[in-house]
């Protein structure tokens, strides 16, 4: 070896012991120690990432919940379970927590949506919007193209026969993903307590949601009248406070389109000292 070598290998070497010191008296110094609780968190956490609790993942979420920023039953997938392992982790009380379930504003399936013209673009609902709205003559319906299906990571919507999404409930988890994937904003997430609806999102006059569609809502307010204040119009629309509404009171037998109903059919009431008899629906019993 060189002699004129030795001394800059020293150096060389004294500076990088003396770099490599320098970045483990930093770390011991600076070094943020994460809570255990974190991970015991992320573990019970679906791991889905599908941002139904507002932010960017699970590992977002248990950073959050862990640090008093998010309430332990904010994740809509795990419900009330995952909630209840999150409080016991934390050592808090979970609370009570209503189950999400994603809900279709819209029943104007092929046969009853009038048609406009024929469309031979993009399937998809979110390039209908833009070109030209598809098919169908109402501009605030369903477009039929699936996005919700393609959106959902759950498998639970399917298109069904007259070209509307169906919700699965019982693989329903609330994220939400459906709703930020529909163009026209026919999807929200209700509470599964909830079980009547506006099957309608048209807010065109009475005579053109008419003539566009068979099903939809025609502003007649015939169910804000008798609703005590549960119901309002905007727009020509009828739209439901859920905390002021009493679904008994509703004359939804009136509504000449049935654009606002029951999810499903109340079932039907006995009379008292009957062991049999068909009765009336809840719905018709109180009106």
Do not use: W
């Not at 009330?80 to 504003?105: K, N, Q």
């Not at 070209?163 to 930020?180: E, I, R």
């Not at 307010?221 to 679904?247: E, F, H, T, W």
Request: charge should be negative.
């Amino acid at each position: 070896m060189e002699p004129t070598l030795i001394p800059a290998l020293l150096t060389m070497s004294g500076l990088g012991a003396l770099l490599a010191g320098g970045l483990a008296f930093a770390d011991r110094k600076l070094r943020v120690e994460e809570d255990e609780r974190i991970g015991e968190v992320l573990g019970v956490l679906p791991g889905a990432n599908c941002g139904g609790c507002g932010l960017a993942g699970c590992q977002d979420f248990a950073v959050k919940v862990v640090a008093g920023e998010k309430d332990v039953n904010g994740c809509p997938v795990g419900g009330p379970d995952v909630a209840a392992e999150i409080a016991r982790i934390l050592g808090v009380e979970a609370g009570d927590s209503i189950r999400l379930v994603a809900r279709v504003h819209c029943r104007g399936g092929n046969g009853l949506a009038q048609v406009k013209a024929s469309y031979a673009g993009p399937a998809s609902c979110s390039a209908k919007a833009l070109v030209s709205g598809g098919d169908k003559a109402c501009l605030y319906g369903c477009l039929g193209g699936g996005d919700c299906v393609e959106a959902c990571q759950f498998d639970a919507i399917f298109m069904d026969e007259q070209g509307l999404p169906q919700v699965m409930d019982v693989l329903c988890t609330g994220c939400g993903a459906c709703v930020k994937a529909c163009p026209r904003d026919i999807i929200e997430l209700h509470p599964e307590t909830h079980e009547l609806f506006v099957f309608c999102r048209n807010r065109d006059d009475p005579r053109t949601a008419r003539k566009v569609c068979a099903v939809a809502c025609i502003g007649c307010a015939i169910c804000a009248k008798k609703s005590n204040g549960a119901i309002s119009m905007k727009d020509n629309l009828a739209v439901i406070d859920y905390a002021r509404l009493d679904p008994g009171i509703i004359p939804i037998e009136r509504c000449s389109t049935k654009a606002i109903g029951f999810l499903r059919p109340p079932e039907p009431a006995r009379e008292a000292g009957t062991a049999s008899g068909t009765g009336a629906t809840q719905g018709e019993a109180a009106l």
